[in-house]
């Protein structure tokens, strides 16, 4: 089992809009796989950059997930209706983790 980490910054002025697209949009297809979201924050320092964790069985599944999403007409067509007036982020990182045998909880 693996987990990833995702940070999205918004592009100026497009935290809204951002926010607006995973509500309607990267949720519903986040569901349409059976991907496992964890959990997902805004920070509250005005900024409101995105961070989610998914579970993955391992990277390869990971890697499959993400070009199937990304391959998937719905994801495209939201992708291109949402950033007719630019991109809406302005950062993207995916920081792979996983727990360490030695940790027990």
Known sequence: MIYELRHYTPAPGK????ARRFEEHVFPLLAKYSFKVHDYWETTDG??????????????????GWDM??????????????????????????????????FRR
């Open 15 to 18: 935290a809204d809009a951002l």
């Open 47 to 64: 900024a409101r950059e995105i961070w989610y964790v998914m579970e993955w069985a391992d990277e390869a599944a990971m890697k499959a």
């Open 69 to 102: 999403f990304r391959d998937d007409p719905a994801w495209a067509a939201a992708k291109a209706a949402t950033e007719t007036d630019g991109p809406l982020t302005a950062g993207l990182r995916s920081i792979v983790l996983k727990r360490p045998g030695y």
